[in-house]
């Protein structure tokens, strides 16, 4: 039990087109400080959903969302900061104002140019605070919306398959360079991936998503970089598969 | 050899050739004595009306009078068009509750207002400013209503997630990424009440561009009813550039 964040028995039903789907199914889940949780599951598992839920943009349908002990609603929403799989950069401002856009105006202060500043560096990104959306490559991108995210300094962020739409090379570099703001950021990451090779390289815990339910929980005790080579890697691989139900 | 079918090449394509063409014809042509130039007058005569008009302060006057009518009706109408689309856009109810009456005003040409608008405003300078408001408002609105309703919903949701309230995803999402459309139906919208204005005051007015050419009309005075459509041709044309001047520096309200 951890007092961080609890999800008890969430449900999400949609309904569309006269049927009903349940997006998760009575999923309990606690979410530790400082964890990297990684969620794997087949497409439709409902892993946007929970994202979505934690990020307040979607209500449950049954069940309740707690922060530190107090019940998180609409209009007490959990601290977070969402990462998606397109960058959704606003493309009439800058890299450096996209970061700044993180703050609606009523609340930027007179330091946030100089944070917003800093924030580019910290992802990798000093130089290219004049840079236009459509002058940045992919992982740029996601950089700078890794940046918008982290720089309301929220309790957890969230990212929905943030390499998703990023070539082999690109998505190897960024694995590192997440790890690396992870472990200087010291906040939760919670981050939805369909690739069981990243969340083990990357999760300090996976969970794995079928049908909106928890399928399977692993905690990873390796330190990073975690090589490839290791057997025990190998046979988290085949754990985690066998869970999503890989039929082999 | 180089250097010749070079100048050859910028002749051709700096689009002067038709133009000049077309003057060298006009000229010739009524020296010549090909037409009778009480139809159609020198380009000589059409020049010197234009400079008479300019040197005794006419042209200045109707001038003044067509662009002051353009002002205040282009700028009350876009006013109140981009805020109208705003509103549709922000309620929906409001859309459903006008958008019928405005699809039949739409297809209804401003010009076929006039007999009413005269009815009702005689002929100061309310009817003429109500003909460029209608003239411009459908444009204005239609592409700025177009530029709300493509408003990227995933910046929405960005913008949702840091804490924007309503008036505030206005001014910082659907305003920037409707702008676009915003400027290309004000663009559109300015030369139709050019247009409209023009065409009203060939009906009713007392001054303005129109009337100087309706006014020439009834003096048999072919040259200035010429040199008016000249002047309205290259004005048009004029604000139009302007219009782009100014649109690329709407882009700091971004
Ligand atoms: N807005 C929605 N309306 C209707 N059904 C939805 C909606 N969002 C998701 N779903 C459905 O919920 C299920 C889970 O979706 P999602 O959480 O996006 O899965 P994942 O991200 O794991 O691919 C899917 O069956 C999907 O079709
Ligand atoms: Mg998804």
């Known amino acids: 039990m951890t007092d961080f964040i609890s999800l008890r028995n969430i449900s999400k039903c949609y309904s569309a087109a006269g049927r009903s789907v349940f997006a998760l199914k009575d999923l309990s889940l606690d979410i530790r400080e400082n964890e990297f949780l990684a969620v794997v599951g087949r497409s439709g598992s409902g892993k946007t959903t929970l994202l979505r839920i934690l990020a307040s943009l979607e209500e449950p349908t049954a069940g309740e969302m707690r922060f530190r002990g107090k019940l998180c609603s609409p209009g007490n929403p959990l601290p977070s900061g969402m990462v998606f799989q397109d960058a959704r950069l606003m493309p009439w401002l800058s890299a450096l104002e996209n970061i700044i856009f993180a703050f609606p105006p009523r609340e930027r202060t007179a330091e946030l140019h100089e944070a917003a500043k800093k924030m580019l560096e910290t992802v990798g990104l000093s130089g290219c605070e004049r840079s236009m959306p459509r002058e940045l490559s992919g992982g740029m991108a996601q950089r700078v919306a890794l940046g918008r995210a982290l720089i309301k300094n929220p309790s957890v962020i969230l990212l929905d398959e943030p390499l998703g739409a990023l070539d082999y090379f690109t998505r190897r570099a960024m694995q590192r360079e997440l790890i690396r703001i992870y472990l200087q950021e010291k906040k939760s990451f919670i981050m939805v991936t369909h690739d069981v090779g990243e969340a083990l390289r990357m999760g300090t815990r996976v969970i794995v998503l079928g049908e909106g339910q928890m399928r399977k929980e692993i905690n990873v005790d390796f330190s990073y970089p975690r090589p490839r080579s290791d057997p025990r890697f190998q046979r988290l691989i085949d754990e985690v598969l066998d869970a999503i139900g890989d039929g082999e | ?254």
């Open chain 2, 1 to 254: 050899m180089e250097k010749a079918k070079k100048t050859v090449l910028k002749v051709f394509s700096s689009g002067l050739i038709f133009p000049a063409a077309v003057l060298l014809l006009w000229h010739y042509g009524a020296a010549g004595g090909l037409w009778n130039t009480f139809l159609l007058p020198s380009p000589e005569t059409v020049w010197k009306a234009f400079c008479s008009a300019l040197g005794n302060g006419e042209l200045q006057l109707h001038l003044y009078a067509s662009l002051s009518r353009i002002a205040a009706g282009f700028g009350i109408s876009a006013l109140l068009a981009v805020t109208l689309a705003f509103l549709c856009g922000a309620f929906p109810s409001i859309y459903a509750q006008i958008g019928g009456t405005l699809e039949f005003l739409r297809h209804v040409p401003p010009m076929a207002t006039i007999p009413m608008l005269i009815l009702w405003f005689g002929i100061g300078e309310s009817p003429k400013i109500i003909l460029i408001i209608l003239a411009t408002f459908f444009p204005v609105f239609l592409n700025t209503m177009h530029g709300i309703k493509n408003c990227d919903a995933g910046l929405l949701e960005v913008a949702s997630v840091f804490g924007y309230n309503r008036w505030e995803k206005c001014r910082h999402v659907i305003l920037p990424s409707a702008l676009p459309s915003i400027m290309t139906g004000l663009q559109l919208g300015l030369g139709y009440s050019w247009r409209s204005l023009v065409a009203a005051e060939l009906v009713a007015a007392s001054s303005g561009l129109g009337y100087m050419i309706l006014d020439a009309e009834q003096l048999s005075r072919s040259d200035v009813v010429l040199m008016g459509i000249f002047v309205i041709g290259v004005l048009g044309a004029l604000l139009d550039m302007l219009f782009v001047i100014i649109s690329r520096a709407a882009g700091i309200i971004r």
